[in-house]
């Protein structure tokens, strides 16, 4: 199928999900990941109604940065602190920061540039070894801190990427433990601070990160087809 004809497939199963929990479709974001993609695909898949991109890696959104239509940026990669200055005037949201260090270059970067970048704190539900992200009970405490030294961001919500299962069904309590944290914080008021996305869910599982409250998804493959990684 063609990439429009994918990202109409994918609204369907996104509406069908949604639906399901009572919630507009429209409420929850996709955002089609574009790593490995090239700019003549992200294009096509701008023209058949994608608004919101996802990069994994600095350089491929500085490679293909003035090749892109106008879209929002999203830095949904692991993000190391001497390259946050690349790319801080580039992206509407940072989805991966995991610790303070991060959040302070951040905060440092954006105030360089007179903006405030929306940022999600990444949890790790499972501990993964090979995934970033903080433990869910941790949360609270880099939130806090956050808020009280960082003045150039907006805490926007979560975001988490769980162990990948064939079956999306054996990763739905992790979803679930993502979401009982958010929900812990979603309500409290403060100037630099708006819970209203939980990022979850790829291709193969966000039906089920779907009913289980993310309203931000992260599709890639199912939008473009399989990834050549000869082309890095």
Known sequence: MSIKENIECINVLKEEAARKIGIKPEDVLLVAVTKTYGFEQINEAIDAGIKDIGENKV???????????????HMIGHLQTNKVKYIIDKVSMIHSV????LAEEIDKRAAKKGIVMDILLQVNPAMEQ???????EKTGE???????????VRVCGLMSIVPYDENPENVRKYFAKVK???DKF???????MEFKYLSMGMSHDFQVAIEEGANLI??????FGS????KQ
């Open 186 to 192: 979603k309500n409290i008021e403060h100037n630099r």
């Open 98 to 101: 995991d610790s303070l260090k």
């Open 59 to 73: 350089q491929e959104i500085l490679d293909k940065y003035e090749n892109v239509k106008p879209v929002k940026w």
């Open 142 to 152: 880099l939130l806090r801190t956050i808020l009280e030294t960082c003045q150039n």
């Open 218 to 223: 992260r599709v890639g493959t199912a939008i």
């Open 130 to 136: 090979s995934k970033f992200g903080i433990a869910s």
């Open 180 to 182: 009982n944290t958010y």
């Open 227 to 230: 990834r050549d990684y000869s």
